[in-house]
């Protein structure tokens, strides 16, 4: 049967920070034996995977629960999420082996470093009790009820994997355009390639990046995105408020709060926020006027560091021929497995998607979207990756509510260390400061951001953001107004010689 891509006007990304499939999805059908209420197979957790510590001693999966100390703070701890903890994480070794496969069995190892690394720190943000164990921590439907009510009742991607196994921003950048040009840290500045947003434009089709409560992060990606007008930008509230219109663009891409109080799940900020964050999304879709027609997608850049069970494939397609800043790694592995939530009143509920060949990373997403409204690709990971298309099989949309009835969670809590800017809050300041504003004497010196708290540096994005911003408008408006002062100028000069001319008579 034919899927129902055609009928989708609006596109939906909510892009979540760094947790793995296991972590958060689980355990979603564990006590139907992985098997989705549709009869299809999950690839879920049995209760049996294990990791070994550095004493050699077994460490199972277990499931957190609300007799842990912090439950919604699992696993206490800010995991290992680079390339060669990864590589640790995976093959529990800093540099892949020759011809080695993936092992998953690192993970308890390297969280021990994590810790002990952080708590060597001036500022450490370990939680109380933490310990290396923790990592296997996996949360279950009953903590998680708004995530797993959207998984269950609508659908949930299995077999998703991050683009690269690294960390945030190399992730993020795939997300938009398919590509890291071979970076694998968080330390890079702009992108210089084109991106899905400069795509949609070059095609007439509009679309919008929203940050949570304050500009967007991924505005300062790519050129295609810095460059464009600011009715591509807003806040968290200026979605809610086009959703409930029915006024989304063709794709809108979502940020949470980065912030170490804010929503974004990053290991080990507040879980249940983000669940608030996952039931406002959706109902501000939901009660909006272009819900029938639209697809929200509910990702993570990457995993963050948390176990997972399954072994990222070896069958990526490099996008292009950017060589990998590290171990000149080719870009043909995955990244470990992250949770994905396809949501749509034109999907069945209790699906488990999977792509009927090949591997979904983030650029599956992109291949969409290029698919629906006739675009070209951007590298040759997103030409190669499978389309979410198939997904769409209900011809009539669906009036049921899964979340109907169920709260949203609250941690009781809070995280201790919140007012301490998180990295991608320093990584956001630090992109600002390089916006050319310029200062009292007409020049455009670098200006180093305070990044002593968390507030302090939102001030800085805000206010940088902002004067970035009037610079920019102004120097439209002066370039506007240069050629017909030009021609005024020209007019006049014409006037005086004529005059002139008739003098000289």
Request: net charge neutral.
């Amino acid at each position: 049967m034919a899927n129902q891509l055609a009928q989708i006007k609006y596109f939906v990304q909510l892009m979540m920070e760094n947790r793995s499939f296991d972590q958060m999805l689980g355990f979603l059908y564990a006590d139907s034996g992985n098997v989705s209420p549709t009869g299809r197979p999950y690839e879920g957790l049995t209760g049996n995977e294990n990791n070994q510590d550095s004493a050699g001693r077994e460490v199972k999966v277990f499931k957190i629960d609300n007799r842990h100390a912090h439950p919604y703070f699992m696993p206490g701890a800010d995991p290992g999420e680079g390339f060669f903890s990864t590589n640790w994480q995976l093959f529990s070794a800093e540099h892949q082996p020759s011809g080695a496969e993936p092992t998953n069995q690192g993970f308890v190892i390297d969280f021990e470093k994590a810790i002990a690394s952080d708590l060597a720190k001036h500022f450490s943000d370990t939680l109380p009790d933490t310990v290396p164990s923790d990592i296997m921590g996996m949360y279950t439907p009953e903590l998680l009820p708004i995530m797993s009510g959207l998984a269950r009742g609508f659908a949930v991607c299995d077999h998703w994997f991050a683009s690269a196994p690294t960390q945030t921003i190399p992730n993020r950048a795939f997300a938009g355009a398919a590509t890291s040009l071979g970076r694998l840290d968080n330390h890079v500045k702009i992108f210089t390639v084109p991106s899905i947003f400069g795509r949609l434009s070059d095609n007439g089709l509009d679309w919008t990046i929203y940050g949570y409560n304050k500009p967007p992060l991924s505005r300062h990606d790519f050129p295609d995105t810095q460059d464009a007008d600011e009715s591509h930008f807003g806040h968290f509230h200026d979605f809610r408020n086009r959703a409930l219109a029915g006024k989304l663009p063709p794709y809108t891409f979502l940020e949470p709060s980065f912030g170490a109080g804010g929503n974004s799940q990053h290991p080990n900020y507040d879980v249940a926020a983000g669940e608030q964050l996952f039931h406002d999304v959706y109902y501000a879709l939901r009660n909006g006027k272009g819900w029938n027609n639209t697809l929200l997608l509910v990702t993570y850049d990457e995993h963050g560091g948390n176990y997972d069970h399954v072994p990222p494939p070896n069958s990526a397609v490099p996008p292009d021929d950017s060589v990998g800043e590290m171990d000149g790694f080719d870009f043909s592995r995955f990244g470990v497995r992250v949770p994905a939530l396809l949501i749509s009143p034109l999907i069945p509920a209790g699906t488990v998607f999977r792509a009927r060949s090949g591997t979904i990373d983030h650029t599956s997403f992109l291949k969409t979207l290029e698919e629906r409204w006739g675009l070209h690709p951007l590298t040759e990971r997103d030409k190669a990756a499978p389309s979410l298309a198939d997904v769409l099989s209900l011809k009539e949309p669906r009036t049921d509510d899964p979340l109907a009835g169920i709260p949203v969670p609250s941690s009781g809590g809070m995280y201790p260390q919140r007012s301490h800017p998180s990295k991608l809050e320093m990584a956001h300041a630090t992109r600002v400061a390089q916006l050319p504003v310029p200062n009292a004497y007409g020049t455009y010196d670098h200006e180093d951001p305070d990044l002593s708290s968390s507030s302090r540096v939102t001030d800085f994005i805000r206010g940088r953001t902002a004067a970035w911003i009037h610079h920019r408008l102004r120097s439209k408006a002066a370039a506007k107004l240069r050629p017909r002062a030009a021609r005024t100028g020209r007019a006049k000069t014409a006037q005086r010689r004529g005059a002139a001319h008739k003098r000289g008579r």
